[in-house]
């Protein structure tokens, strides 16, 4: 009962902005599915793979020469590689979703001035659909927008946080 009336009620709010609002929908499901693997493989997976690369560097025997500082530099650029593998897409899909919203700005204002060619008029009535169409995507494009700036900019600091570490725990011996 409770999920029909819950799946009842998105749909309304998708027929209410548009086929511009599903697409916006579903970028931003996308946006945060790659945030939230991020976030996980920082909080579980990154550690193992962060110590194993220390125990790998503590178990070398050579920790001095040119050889071993290039070593250094490939493992902690892996470690780093590892750390922001979506996070680019992540803020290219941050930066899409204003931009769906404008276009759905757009297409809902096309719609009122539509309705207004029709009618003749400027019907306050019958240009309350286009203006919600506008309207909607444009709060739905800036919402994933933001939500989605305040997660990569965490996953960008903890990255920079988790290299600076990184190359802490793997001193070279001079």
């Not at 125990?55 to 070593?71: C, L």
């Not at 680019?88 to 309705?115: K, S």
């Not at 903890?158 to 190359?167: G, L, V, Y």
Request: contains cysteine; proline residues 2%.
């Amino acid at each position: 009962m409770f999920f029909m009336e819950f799946f009842e009620a998105i749909r309304d709010f998708v027929e209410s902005g548009g086929q511009v609002l599903l697409a916006i929908g579903i970028l931003i499901f996308v946006m945060w599915l790659l945030i939230l693997e991020r976030v996980f493989y920082v909080f579980i997976w990154h550690k193992n793979y962060k110590k194993e690369t220390i125990a790998k560097w503590k178990a070398r025997e050579d920790k001095s020469s040119w050889n071993a500082e290039q070593i250094r530099q490939a493992m902690i650029s892996r470690v780093s590689l590892k750390l922001n593998s979506s996070i680019p897409v992540i803020q290219a899909l941050v930066a899409l979703c204003p931009l769906l919203g404008l276009m759905g700005t757009v297409t809902g204002m096309i719609e009122v001035f539509d309705v207004m060619a029709i009618s003749g008029s400027g019907n306050a009535r019958s240009m309350a659909a286009g203006v919600s169409k506008a309207t909607i995507p444009t709060m739905a494009g800036m919402v994933g927008a933001l939500s989605g700036v305040f997660a990569s900019t965490w996953l960008n600091r903890t990255s920079k946080a988790e290299r600076t570490h990184i190359e802490d725990a793997l001193p070279l011996d001079h």
